[in-house]
């Protein structure tokens, strides 16, 4: 059965904070992805990465850099985390060649107060 | 920019069919994606149309039309347990392919 873990469910940081978001998959997969979810505004793509050691800016990469040393791990880190960083934060990982159906974490919930 | 426009909130009665429709604007476009999220969880993927044309998942069916950037998903004999978020999600083409998922239409369906 595929699946993608987050390090926490639930995250309470300090504004200014580093702050470390750890995912990973068990599915052998070569992409992975972190988006961000808040209501009314969908997920949207932070970064995405389809191998290790590379990454690709998503469409709202600004306060945020991502790790990939292994295949099946992928870092979200929020080098000086900000209030306006509070939200859920979920991980994804699919197969290459078929990123239209990708395996979703249980997300994070980040507060930054 | 690249953007999909979808209703944000639909209701319909237990047995129903309900329509879900998503338009979008988008370069490099691959295909459209189906996905579903229950209150708390985690998105699902329901399906994937790369070619114009319906496709049918059991109560479940996806539509697209390229020449019209347009796209529906098809919910029959609802039920309960489909009440939920629903998302639809551009694939792009570009560094290794990636999705842009439109804003998200949560069903009600009541008894």
């Known amino acids: 059965d595929v699946k993608v873990t987050q390090s926490s469910r639930y995250l309470v940081k300090r504004t200014g904070e580093k702050v470390f978001l750890e995912c990973v998959q068990d599915m052998d997969h070569e992409n992975m992805f972190w988006y961000r979810q808040d209501p009314g505004l969908g997920l949207r793509l932070i970064y995405f990465?389809?191998?290790?050691?590379?990454?690709e800016k998503g469409d709202i990469p600004e306060g945020y850099s991502v790790s990939r040393e292994k295949k099946e791990r992928f870092s979200l880190i929020l080098e000086s985390a900000s209030t306006n960083q509070t939200s859920m934060y979920l991980c994804a990982s699919s197969d290459r060649g078929t990123s239209y159906e990708q395996y979703f974490g249980p997300g994070t919930r980040l507060t930054v107060t | 920019g690249q953007s999909l426009e979808q209703p944000s909130e639909v209701t319909a009665v237990e047995g129903a069919i309900v329509q879900i429709n998503c338009t979008y604007q988008t370069s490099g476009f691959y295909g459209l994606s189906w996905y579903q999220q229950h209150d708390g969880g985690a998105p699902t993927f329901l399906s994937y149309?790369?070619?114009?044309g319906l496709e049918e998942t059991g109560r479940f069916s996806s539509f697209l039309s390229r020449s019209d950037s347009y796209g529906y998903l098809l919910l029959q004999e609802l039920q309960m347990k489909d009440s939920a978020s629903y998302f639809c999600a551009a694939m792009i083409y570009n560094q290794g392919g990636k999705l842009i998922f439109g804003q998200g239409t949560e069903l009600s369906v009541k008894p």
């Open positions: 149309n790369a070619l114009d």
């Open positions: 990465s389809y191998d290790v050691k590379m990454k």
